[in-house]
């Protein structure tokens, strides 16, 4: 290569590496570290069975309570002598499950309702701003602990059950940007060349208002772990022998003077997944936001 060869791809090394450059030097290191939580979240839960060491039923009784640091068990046993680290893995699958499925379906519904009530306006608007509002003034867990303790758990009823939280909020973001959206140019165009209100409302409309719903499923996502996580704690989630982070903490609250890391690692699980959603959500929020930039 000559000098002259050297010179001009120097430029161009510098131009690839540019925009990494730039997106390492904009993303703060709160938000980078949020990314690769729950990135290692999704890996974990998606190669959940390749990852555990044990089975989450497999009994050690010789090792009943062991602390963290067991050479057999890294995190340890609970007082069944099982393995603390299989049982957290599997977990976490369980639970982001529950959370990723409640959420898709409370962003799915939410967002149909609201665009009827734009579309139809009238008494059709008016009923889902009443359930709206009916929804949001319920207490949810009270209800949430009604349903499975008459209907039974499983998790199919606790996914649907998760799915009708705060499906409000998705539904007035969704009317309120589709009634905002219609008076735009764009949509009335397209109805006028004969597109039906399906057509202009699911192509051409929702592609504009995605990035607001986006960010809403980023805020209620954590709040469903919680959530969940609460009901399994309370003993009316998750039944054994299936495992959930929530039942984790449940069953580890007894012995948490004894062998406190059993309810310990869940429990800086969920805290540390919440928070990395809530921070990667607030700076999503702010970089779709038009008038932040």
């Known amino acids: ?5 050297t010179v001009q791809a120097i430029p161009a090394r510098r ?4 925009p990494i450059a730039a997106l390492r030097r904009n993303l703060p290191l709160s938000i980078g570290l949020g990314i690769g939580w729950l990135a290692l979240m999704v890996l974990v839960a998606c190669f959940a069975d390749s990852l555990r060491p044990f089975n989450i039923t497999a009994m050690d009784l010789s090792n009943r309570l062991a602390g963290p640091g067991n050479a057999k068990h ?4 609970d007082e069944l002598g099982r393995d603390v680290l299989s049982r957290l893995i599997q977990s976490i699958r369980v639970s982001l499950v529950i959370a990723f499925g409640a959420t898709i379906i409370s962003a799915v519904f939410g967002t149909v309702l609201g665009f009827a009530a734009a579309k139809f306006r009238g008494w059709v608007e008016h009923l889902v701003l009443v359930l709206a509002d009916f929804q949001a003034a319920l207490p949810f867990l009270i209800m949430s602990l009604a349903v ?14 998760m799915g009708f939280y705060g499906w409000e909020r998705y539904a007035r973001i969704a009317r309120g940007l589709a009634i905002s959206a219609s008076a735009q140019g764009y949509a009335a165009a397209v109805v006028q060349l004969g597109a039906k209100p399906s057509r202009v409302y699911f192509r051409h409309i929702l592609p504009n208002v995605a990035s607001t719903l986006i960010v809403s499923m980023t805020l209620t996502f954590p709040e469903i772990i919680l959530m969940e996580s ?3 704690f309370l003993g009316l989630g998750v039944q054994p022998p299936e495992t959930s982070l929530g039942n ?3 069953f580890g609250r007894e012995y948490l003077t ?10 800086v699980v969920i805290m540390l997944t919440t928070l990395s959603i809530s921070l990667v ?3 999503l929020r702010d970089k779709l936001d038009p008038t932040m930039r």
Do not use: E, K
């Not at 890294?74 to 046993?77: F, M, S, V």
């Open 281 to 283: 959500g607030d700076w």
């Open 258 to 267: 004894r062998a406190p890391w059993i309810m310990l690692a869940p429990s």
């Open 248 to 250: 984790m903490v449940g």
């Open 15 to 18: 131009r690839a590496a540019g």
């Open 148 to 161: 499975l303790a008459f209907f039974g758990s499983s998790m199919v009823l606790i996914v649907c059950l």
């Open 74 to 77: 890294w995190l340890g046993t």
């Open 230 to 232: 609460g009901l399994s």
């Open 1 to 5: 290569m000559t000098s002259a060869d």
